[in-house]
């Protein structure tokens, strides 16, 4: 056989042979990938977690890319405390061999704790959970329990000098320059809130700067300056798992929006329909809230007014969904002056997030406002070099925004590798 035509039939031949040695090295792995095979298929679905490092760490359970293919599905929720942590909830639900097997976890991140410790918190109370569904496996003769005893201590009431208060100060800012243009800005402030079961107390005051200089040859230099500062306040009462009660104030100065000082009092009432126990996995809410404002303006506004009194009403119908099927996020809000009710806005905003099935997602989200409570515009024409450089709020009627995704996922159903390089 001539060796060109030889070299030219290996050369077909060689992706068929990798194939076979790929196949039979497969076949050939050492028992302990064939011990792997009775792990529980496990989808982690979390929005925030470190997806590499639970793989890293938690090597007893196989895990797949798709929430339609799981044995055991883990979701993993987020919410705020009142001293600047973090709760997570972590819910397990069993299908398949697993079903009817659930159960729910907490853990809580203190302020003041790194994202590494975080992270190894989340990771060991999620283990603990995996091992009553590994437990009914094959794999139960590996697993082994052990306990950090502390020694004599005992558990005592935490002494709080704070008395659950929490303050921040924060501060920062950024510039960019070119040959043509320089900008910067800078934002700074602080929060002092308190969270009990019954009460929500926050203060926070903020300001911000933006600055831009636009250099023109033989001409003077474009400088714009802008401030936003403000003062936002609340007091909420808990009235029980269905309501809640607040009073909400801010304080508002604001260069874009064309207001020198707004100050707004509002109280506001809510109620939940699902206890709020049951908010990081599902919520309905109905809050109506009426209030006080009174306005200066750095210039005399469209309805010939430079300082001005009002009263007005709201309310908003909110929805917040997450499940193993998706997530729907959606709200509906209408406004109004009580003075004149054709001074009024609507606004609707939704997210969803579906998995029709193995491997296909879908994600819809947009928002719509109808607007017509622009009561701070000013008067006169706004020049073009105005609405360039965003100096001045624009007269509109509506605003409206949308998105959409759809993707399809196949192949293997295994996600247990973690490979960082590069």
């Known amino acids: 056989m001539p060796l060109r035509e030889f070299i030219t039939r290996m050369l077909i031949l060689l992706p068929l042979l990798t194939a076979l040695s790929a196949g039979r090295g497969a076949a050939q ?25 639970i793989r890293q760490e938690i090597t007893f359970v196989n895990y797949v890319r798709d929430p339609g293919l799981a044995e055991v599905h883990v979701m993993i929720t987020r919410q705020g405390t009142g001293g600047g942590g973090r709760m997570y ?51 139960v003769v590996q697993l082994s329990l052990t306990f950090d005893d502390a020694g004599e201590a005992r558990p005592v009431a935490a002494a709080d000098r ?90 508002e100065t604001t260069t874009i929006d064309n207001l020198d000082h707004r100050v707004t009092v509002a109280p506001a009432i809510e109620y939940s329909l699902y206890p709020y126990a049951q908010a990081s996995r599902r919520q309905i809410t109905l809050t109506y809230r009426v209030g006080y404002e009174a306005a200066d303006y750095i210039e005399e506004t469209i309805y010939e007014k430079t300082q001005e009194t009002l009263f007005n009403q709201s309310l908003n119908a909110s929805v917040r969904i997450r499940q193993p099927w998706g997530s ?60 360039l450089l965003q100096r001045r709020r624009l007269a509109t009627s509506y605003r409206g925004s949308g998105s959409i995704g759809l993707s399809y996922t196949f192949g293997s159903i295994y996600s247990n590798i973690v490979n960082p390089r590069f």
């Open 29 to 53: 792995e050492p028992d302990m990938a064939g011990s792997r095979d009775a792990a529980p298929l496990t989808f982690i679905d979390c929005d925030n977690c470190d997806m590499s490092h």
């Open 89 to 139: 909830s972590l819910a397990f639900t069993g299908r398949g061999p697993f079903d009817g097997v659930r159960n729910t976890l907490t853990f809580a991140a203190r302020a003041t704790a790194t994202s590494a410790e975080e992270r190894e918190g989340l990771t060991r109370v999620l283990s603990l959970g995996l091992v009553p569904y590994v437990a009914r496996t094959t794999l």
């Open 162 to 251: 704070w008395k659950n208060w929490t303050f921040e100060v924060y501060g920062g800012g950024n510039f960019n320059v070119e040959a043509r243009q320089d900008s910067w800005s800078a934002r700074y402030g602080s929060y002092a809130s308190r969270v009990t079961d019954d009460w929500k107390v926050q203060f926070r005051p903020y300001f911000n700067h933006n600055g831009r200089t636009i250099r023109r040859p033989e001409e003077e230099d474009v400088r714009i300056s802008q401030r936003r500062h403000g003062f936002d306040s609340h007091l909420i009462r808990s009235l029980g798992p269905h309501w809640g009660a607040g009073l909400f104030g801010s304080y």
């Open 328 to 387: 729907i996020f959606s709200g509906l809000t209408g406004s109004m002056y009580l003075h004149d009710a054709s001074y009024h806005r609507i606004r609707a905003n939704s997210n969803l997030s579906f998995r029709l099935g193995r491997g296909i997602a879908l994600d819809v989200g947009g928002s719509y406002e109808r607007i017509n409570d622009q009561l701070a515009l000013p008067r006169g024409d706004t020049s073009l070099e105005d609405i």
